[in-house]
């Protein structure tokens, strides 16, 4: 089984790497991508010796029995993207930042804390989260979630 040391950048970002195209996203440069197309992934995260680890796709099903399963599907219209994350309650996920774009999320069910600097909050169904490229953030799932994610040019 392929493991990923993943304290790397933002959520569904760092959770899309390297998942094969034809399991986790339809690439369209049409005016529509339609959902019935779009086939989710598996995505194990557990920690092992002090390290958030995971695995995608075939090797989340070989994952430790304490790793948390999630299930994304990429929306993928030519270099542009949606993600649609399905997280589970109980999962602290805290990547360090540094990509150069932002990511807006919008949470459609759920609730979770989330912290960037001395800031923390909680985001419910509804709200939006704003992740600042370059910036660490970290959170922590107080119920199962669905978030709506995707990366804009970063805020001036």
């Not at 598996?42 to 070989?62: P, S």
């Not at 299930?71 to 949606?82: E, L, N, P, Q, V």
């Not at 997280?87 to 990547?95: M, V």
């Amino acid at each position: 089984m392929k493991q990923v040391n993943y304290a790397l950048i933002g959520i569904a970002s760092v959770l899309a790497i390297n998942l094969p195209v034809t399991a986790a996203e339809t690439t369209s440069n049409d005016l529509v991508v339609s959902g019935k197309s779009v086939t989710a992934a598996d995505i194990a995260i557990w920690n092992e010796n002090g390290k958030q680890m995971l695995a995608r796709g075939d090797d989340a099903k070989k994952a430790p029995t304490n790793a948390h399963h999630m299930r994304m599907k990429i929306f993928a219209m030519g270099a542009s993207s949606m993600r649609e994350v399905h997280i589970p309650k109980g999962l602290k996920f805290a990547p360090p930042g540094g990509g150069s774009n932002d990511t807006l999320i919008y949470v459609q069910s759920g609730r979770v804390k989330v912290k960037s600097g001395d800031v923390e909050r909680e985001a419910v169904a509804g709200d939006t989260i704003h992740e600042v490229g370059g910036r660490p953030i970290s959170f922590d799932f107080l119920e199962d979630s669905i978030f709506i994610e995707a990366a804009v040019p970063a805020a001036k």
